[in-house]
C-alpha cells in the first residue's frame, strides 16, 4: 500500500508518502540448545515443569523429542507503516 499526498500554497510545497504492508508474518527461528542461542524473551517466557503454559513452547534440542519448528508460535506479525 502506498499513499502520497501533496499540497502548494504559494512558493510552499508539502509532499507526504506512507507506504507499508499488512497481513504478512515472518518466521523468527533461531539455531537454539546445544548448537546456538536461545531468544531472550523465549528462554524467559519457555514452557517448564514449574511454569506450565499454553502459550509458549517447550525449548528442546533439535535431537529431543519435543523439538518442533512446524508452529504458529514463531511467526511474527511483519506489518508496518
Known amino acids: 500500500m502506498v499513499v502520497n499526498l501533496t499540497a502548494q500554497y504559494g512558493s510552499f ?3 507526504i508518502l506512507f507506504q507499508g504492508a499488512f497481513g504478512a508474518q515472518i518466521p523468527v527461528i533461531t539455531e537454539s540448545g546445544s548448537i546456538g542461542n ?3 524473551y523465549d528462554y524467559d517466557h519457555r ?3 514449574e511454569n506450565p503454559s499454553s502459550e509458549y513452547p517447550r525449548i528442546a534440542d ?3 523429542q ?3 519448528s512446524n508452529n504458529s508460535y514463531y511467526l511474527r506479525n511483519s506489518d508496518y507503516v
Open 66 to 68: 519435543y523439538y518442533s
Open 47 to 49: 514452557w517448564t515443569v
Open 13 to 15: 510545497d508539502l509532499s
Open 62 to 64: 533439535r535431537g529431543n
Open 38 to 40: 536461545y531468544l531472550t
